[in-house]
């Protein structure tokens, strides 16, 4: 909008606009009298130009986005922390027990009567943490023999994008989201920390019955914790039967009964007889092959639109193995054994397994 209110260019409209016959040249009187308010000027429209882009949707960043999508009720996701189950041997610590282990705090808690660990900084840095790693007490817990790292109950997520913020603004305006409508249970199951992408299913087990599919940010199934939120966010299921109670306890309206699910997995299975170029090797093809497959599979889980059943395509993972450094060309390329598409159901969703590759030569 102001890309031509730059220091030269108003300069040289000012001068252009000289009397005739005064002397312009650079270190004249006129020209210096006015270069101090010239340059004002394009700092003034320098910050106008930055205003314009704070203000629009499209452009806006960080904390001026999150006040712009607060118009309509929105706010940024947070980050969550990783949580662990964890094996305790000898007297169980109290809650709120710090330990220490990969260089990351962590602290105890229960779910009723089961620990689990949770790590202090948010964010997915805390979900390398691998099953059976020893937990460290920071300090002195009397009878406590060992804790050790189990599975992990419920990844830790970063804060939500701009891009996702924007996004989610986005569909709230064009859906629109209101009076319990479709895109309205898609917008509330988004809008939980940990919920990367959310499938509404209406009329799923009969009249006034919603089912909510839900993915985390990286395309998998939801944990369970995430899935609990969810519930509980949107419709409690207090009697534990697996649906909402329809009592308007949550944000669904009063007789609709809202069910949270996670997906099925599927796990996809790649096998390839690669051309290695000069100097690769295969164990980082591969490796290279599992990162570029997960992602095109989480892509195709979170951009998918509502009534959408993703297609898992042969050919766009042949063509990520071409376009895979150290690959010179590729045969017999299996996926799940054959060599067609693949389309899951909708409450299914496509995850990396196995990546087998073998040379060609």
């Known amino acids: 909008m102001f890309e031509e209110k730059t220091y030269a260019n108003l ?56 006040l712009r999508v607060a118009e309509r009720g929105i706010e940024r996701q947070s980050a969550t922390p990783a949580k662990y189950n964890v094996t305790i041997v000898g007297a169980l610590p109290e809650e709120g027990t710090r330990f220490f282990a990969n260089d990351m705090y962590f602290a105890l808690f229960y779910e ?27 300090d002195t817990v009397e009878g406590l023999a060992s804790a050790t790292f189990g599975s992990l109950l419920e990844p830790g997520t970063n804060e939500e994008t701009d891009e996702s913020l924007r996004e989610r603004n986005k569909e709230s305006i064009t859906g629109p989201a209101e009076n319990g409508n479709k895109q309205h249970y898609k917008t509330w199951c988004e809008s939980v920390s940990g919920v990367g992408y959310a499938r509404i299913i209406p009329l799923w087990n009969g009249p006034n019955t919603v089912k909510g599919i839900i993915t985390d940010d990286d395309g998998m199934p939801a944990s369970e ?23 308007g306890e949550g944000v669904a309206n009063i007789g609709a009964k809202f069910t949270a699910v996670a997906p099925t997995s599927l796990s996809m299975n790649v096998s390839v007889i690669i051309s290695l170029a000069s100097g690769a090797t295969l164990p980082d093809v591969k490796q290279e092959l599992e990162t570029k497959i997960t992602q095109y599979l ?42 067609a598409n693949i389309q899951p159901d ?16």
Request: negative net charge; aromatic residues 6%; glycine residues 10%.
């Open 298 to 339: 989480k892509d195709l889980v979170l951009n998918s639109t509502e009534d959408e059943r993703p297609i898992i395509r042969y050919n766009q993972i042949g063509s990520i193995i071409l376009d895979t450094e150290g690959v010179l060309d590729y045969s017999d390329l299996r996926v799940n054994d054959g060599t």
């Open 11 to 66: 300069l040289a409209t000012a001068l252009a606009r000289a009397p005739d016959g005064i002397d312009t040249r650079q270190g004249s009187i006129y020209r210096d009298s006015m270069v101090g308010q010239i340059l004002l000027l394009a700092a003034f429209y320098a910050d106008l130009a930055n205003l314009s882009d704070l203000v629009m949707l499209d452009t806006t960043t960080d904390e001026y986005l999150d």
């Open 112 to 138: 009723g009567s089961t620990p689990y660990l949770e790590s202090e900084e948010p964010g997915t840095s805390g979900n390398v943490v691998e099953n059976g790693t020893a937990a460290s007490p920071v």
């Open 346 to 361: 909708y409450d299914v969703v496509g995850v990396m397994g196995t990546v087998t590759v073998t040379s060609a030569s």
């Open 225 to 247: 914790m995430v899935v609990a939120r969810v519930q509980e966010y949107i419709d409690p299921d207090s009697d534990g039967d697996g649906e909402g109670d329809g009592l």
